[in-house]
């Protein structure tokens, strides 16, 4: 008997708010069994999720799926959608809890966004609520969570039994930059923050040039709350690429592009894996945009927002990277190595 057939037949179950996304897959994964000349053994699994007038959800799946190789795709945070967070948690939870307990051989969580991950140490009497994630989604009954580009890697040590891999969006992202614009050796990629160092180093490694960081040093009695920043780096009549892994409120990226145009920046672009854009997030970038401080911002669908917003938003770019999970999850399926050039 051969592995694949020892996972069983691939079944993308997509809960409501994956549902955009879980269609890109579905594309992908369609491509890459031409391309392979195999049969194309997976389906979107029929299932329902069910919304209660006191606020429960549950998940019904409505067909067999015993010894199935399922993989529950989810968007916590959608803005297309009126859900919570807590809800989209909850709907995840009951969609990989259902797959199991209509005996799947496997389960896995495809969550581009891992959330609460911003809570993954404490500073006080507080929830490491990232920890508790990882255990609800276990205890639900996934064996494997696939994410991306998440907010602390140290995360992964808080499952215990599933196994976490981490895609990351920076191969998607340098092709769109280079397809976009030219860089030259005046660009300069600046890290945000000391956390994004890594990041900004890594692509001006790959595309070959200079880098720089905005050392913030932040009041954390108040959130998101920046008491003084400071450069590290030259930006002087440079062209400007930020790049982070999210943009919630916008205010601090508003105030590090403020500091760099007053040090002498000539154009500043800027690039991220979740452009969650978050209370009033598109007002000031819009108001930026508009000021001459950003040229204009990146963001994958990761956050998937839509026709209407890149419509409406002439500023906002958006780089596909549903293919990265699709390739992905089809090599799970098939028993082949995803850490060369995926993870």
């Excluded at 005046?186 to 905005?214: C, H, K, N, W």
């Excluded at 790049?243 to 409120?249: E, G, L, N």
């Amino acid at each position: 008997m051969s592995y694949v057939e020892d996972r069983g037949f691939l079944g993308i179950l997509s809960c409501n708010s994956g549902h955009a996304f879980s269609e890109l897959v579905i594309n992908n994964l369609s491509s890459l069994y031409r391309k392979s000349g195999r049969d194309a053994r997976f389906r979107m699994i029929d299932s329902s999720e069910v919304h209660f007038a006191n606020g429960e959800i549950k998940t019904v799946i409505n067909e067999p799926i015993r010894g199935a190789d399922i993989y529950v795709i989810q968007l916590i945070d959608d803005p297309l959608s009126d859900t919570t967070v807590n809800d989209n948690l909850m709907a995840l939870g009951t969609a990989i809890n259902a797959a199991y307990n209509s005996d799947a051989n496997s389960v896995t969580a495809v969550i581009p966004q891992f959330p609460n991950s911003r809570q993954e140490r404490r500073k006080g009497r507080e929830s490491l609520t990232a920890c508790l994630v990882a255990s609800f989604l276990e205890m639900c009954g996934a064996n494997r969570v696939l994410t991306m580009d998440i907010h602390a890697e140290a995360i992964a040590g808080f499952f215990k039994k599933a196994k976490m891999d981490n895609l990351h969006a920076s191969s998607a992202i340098i092709d769109h930059l280079k397809k976009s614009r030219t860089l030259t050796y005046e660009t300069v990629f600046v890290a945000p923050d000391v956390g994004s160092a890594e990041t900004a180093r890594f692509y001006s490694r790959e595309l070959q040039t200079d880098m720089a960081i905005v050392i913030k040093e932040r009041d954390y009695s108040k959130p998101s709350t920046v008491i003084e920043t400071r450069l590290v780096g030259t930006v002087a009549g440079r062209d400007i690429i930020i790049i982070d892994d999210m943009i919630a409120t916008g205010g601090t990226l508003i105030a590090a592009c403020s500091k760099l145009k007053e040090l002498g920046a000539r154009r500043i672009d800027v690039a991220v894996t979740f452009p969650f854009f978050n209370s009033e997030a598109v007002n000031r970038i819009d108001a930026a945009v508009k000021a001459g401080v950003i040229n204009s911002v990146t963001g994958t669908n990761a956050v998937f927002r839509g026709d209407i917003f890149k419509g409406k938003y002439s500023w906002y770019h958006e780089v596909d990277v549903s293919s990265l999970f699709a390739e992905v999850i089809y090599r799970i399926n098939h028993m082949e190595s995803i850490s060369e050039n995926l993870l």
